[in-house]
């Protein structure tokens, strides 16, 4: 879990149990975290930097200085991809050399407004979803040429938004922050589900939710700012 606050990354069981810290100096913030065999790819869009960190040991394997502002970032195919944040870009990371890397291409979602945001990106089959802020968020759907494909969730369904992910059954799950609740939408976009408003047990209830993450053994996790940060597990088929 990224620990922005601390600039560090706290490592879990799947149970919820602790198990270690990683810090490194050299690491000044920390906003988004992605696990690759034995190593952590940080982004840090404040000093426009990726570091790359052995997840046993912490100890620092790569760091660069990049020539955008890195976002949401995903691995596909074997390969690290890094959202642009305000140029609605991906680019392909290199794990040696990031001179080495290319801009792979711009979505074209016909977005002008400058204070666009691409908040969070995930690939899925030959698929690339984004979370984009114009005003308002919602979930596009491209191939792999960057051509839109689809609107899928409408800026009109979701306030405020942070993380998303796409499920094995290709639904969508959405962090809602203004909502307290985690939004799920079909593939077409439909929805379906929301998790985290229970009426009759407070300690279900979600404040202000952020990242989430769906482990392989069918548990979504989400990180909430109840009672400054806490984690929430839920059953999810």
């Given at each position: 879990?990224?620990?922005?606050?601390?600039?560090?990354?706290?490592?879990?069981?799947?149970?919820g149990k602790h198990k270690k810290t990683l810090k490194h100096h050299e690491v000044l913030n920390v906003h988004r975290v992605l696990c690759v065999g034995l190593s952590l790819?940080?982004?840090d869009p404040m000093n426009k930097q990726i570091h790359k960190i052995n997840k046993c040991n912490?100890?620092?394997?790569?760091?660069?200085e990049l020539e955008f502002t890195p976002g949401g970032l995903d691995v596909f195919e074997g390969v690290t991809y890094i959202a642009d944040f305000?140029?609605?870009?991906?680019?392909?990371?290199?794990?040696?050399?990031?001179?080495?890397?290319?801009?792979?291409l711009k979505f074209a979602d016909g977005a002008k407004n400058e204070e666009s945001r691409l908040l969070d990106v995930t690939f899925f089959?030959?698929?690339?979803?984004?979370?984009?802020e114009n005003m308002n968020f919602k979930v596009n759907t491209f191939d792999l040429e960057g051509n839109l494909l689809a609107c899928?969730?409408?800026?009109?369904?979701?306030?405020?938004?942070?993380?998303?992910?796409?499920?094995?059954?290709?639904?969508?799950?959405?962090?809602?922050?203004e909502d307290n609740q985690v939004l799920v939408f079909t593939g077409k976009g439909k929805p379906i589900l929301r998790i985290g408003n229970s009426v009759k047990a407070e300690n279900d209830c979600l404040v202000h939710p952020r990242g989430i993450g769906l482990l392989e053994t069918g548990v979504l996790v989400v990180c909430d700012n109840k009672d400054s940060t806490?984690?929430?597990?839920?059953?999810?088929?």
């Open positions: 879990i990224a620990d922005c606050y601390n600039s560090r990354i706290q490592v879990f069981t799947s149970e790819f940080i982004t912490g100890e620092l394997l790569v760091s660069e305000k140029m609605l870009c991906l680019y392909r990371y290199d794990d040696e050399l990031y001179q080495e890397s290319k801009l792979v089959r030959d698929c690339i979803y984004t979370l984009l899928l969730i409408p800026e009109s369904m979701v306030t405020k938004a942070f993380y998303f992910c796409v499920d094995k059954k290709e639904n969508i799950l959405i962090s809602s922050w806490c984690l929430h597990s839920y059953v999810y088929i």
